[in-house]
Each structure stands twice: as C-alpha cells, then as structure tokens.
C-alpha cells in the first residue's frame, strides 16, 4: 500500500524558510519520480518542483531560486527546501508519486505572512 507522509509546515513571516518533508512506504522509492505539488486558496493546482530517479530537477517559474527539491533514497524520503518565502507560497503543500500508480499525501499547510 502506497504511503505519503508530508510534514514540516507551518506559519513563517516573509523571508523565511521551510523544508518539507515526504515519507514515502510501500513502493520502491528510488525508481520513483516525485513531485511536490501546492494548491492555493482559490487557485488551480500547481507543480512547485519535481526530482526524477536519476535526480534531475525541473520547478516552477515563480520559485526557481527560492525553493530546492532533493531526496534521500535511504531514507525514503524527499524534501522541498523553502527559502525567502513570499504570502503568494501560502498554499497547502502536497507530495506526488508520479509513476504508476500515481498516489498523492494528504497535504501540509504553508502560511506565509507579511
């Protein structure tokens, strides 16, 4: 049974910083792709950042810079380290298996205050 875990959210003032993190269990964890996901109040779903098996990375536009993806495939787990933080990252944060089948967390709050 697939499992994704986030944790590591929470309230910071503009210009700080985060890291999430996402446990994964029940799939093999380093042929995996996974993403990081977020969804804003009243917007759409957006890919934030995405780290392949191999490693390569591919984010958004609006935090390239600021946030760094990474994953430890000992600890089956992968991170989004978020820096200068902005009220526009306030979003709930979601982990994504990519491969089949694709599975979803169920999702961390980020609140980013002025």
């Known amino acids: 049974q697939v499992q994704l875990m986030e944790s590591g959210g929470g309230l910071v003032q503009a210009g700080g910083s985060l890291r999430l993190s996402c446990l994964a269990s029940?799939?093999?964890?380093?042929?995996?792709?996974m993403v990081w996901h977020r969804r804003a109040p009243g917007k759409q779903r957006e890919l934030v950042a995405r780290i392949s098996r191999g490693g390569s990375t591919l984010y958004a536009d609006s935090v390239k810079g600021r946030f760094t993806i990474s994953r430890d495939n000992a600890k089956n787990t992968v991170y989004l380290q978020m820096d200068s933080l902005e009220p526009e990252d306030t979003a709930v944060y979601y982990c994504y298996k990519e491969d089949y089948p694709p599975s979803w967390g169920q999702g961390t709050q980020v609140t980013v205050s002025s």
């Open positions: 029940g799939f093999i964890f380093s042929a995996n792709t």
